[in-house]
Nanobody, 115 residues
Framework: QVQLVESGGGLVQAGGSLRLSCVASRIVDNINVMGWYRQAPGKQRELVATITAGGRTNYADSVKGRFTISRDNAKITVYLQMNSLKPEDTDVYYC?????????WGQGTQVTVSS
């Protein structure tokens, strides 16, 4: 069973930065897309950013220009650099890995941005 372990969340003031990391517990074959999603209590989980095996990225409009997603295939790790954070970025952030056969989710890491 593959586990995705996230780290890097925490409390930061508005305008600050955080870097999230997500590493898989073992090798996952044929990873197509790695990404980050976020979810607030009572709301649907929403896409933040994704990156394909070829390095093509996609961002939610709300984070474009502030967040950067990257991946290290050798380490089976995906990162999310978050700059110029806003209070509305406060959420639980989830790592996501997609293969042709399965979708894996991390347990989530809390990001809190104070005003």
């Amino acid at each position: 069973q593959v586990q995705l372990v996230e780290s890097g969340g925490g409390l930061v003031q508005a305008g600050g930065s955080l870097r999230l990391s997500c590493v898989a517990s073992r090798i996952v074959d044929n990873i197509n897309v790695m990404g980050w999603y976020r979810q607030a209590p009572g709301k649907q989980r929403e896409l933040v950013a994704t990156i394909t095996a070829g390095g093509r990225t996609n961002y939610a409009d709300s984070v474009k220009g502030r967040f950067t997603i990257s991946r290290d295939n050798a380490k089976i790790t995906v990162y999310l650099q978050m700059n110029s954070l806003k209070p509305e970025d406060t959420d639980v952030y989830y790592c996501n890995v997609q293969t042709p056969w399965r979708i894996y989710w991390g347990q989530g890491t809390q990001v809190t941005v104070s005003s």
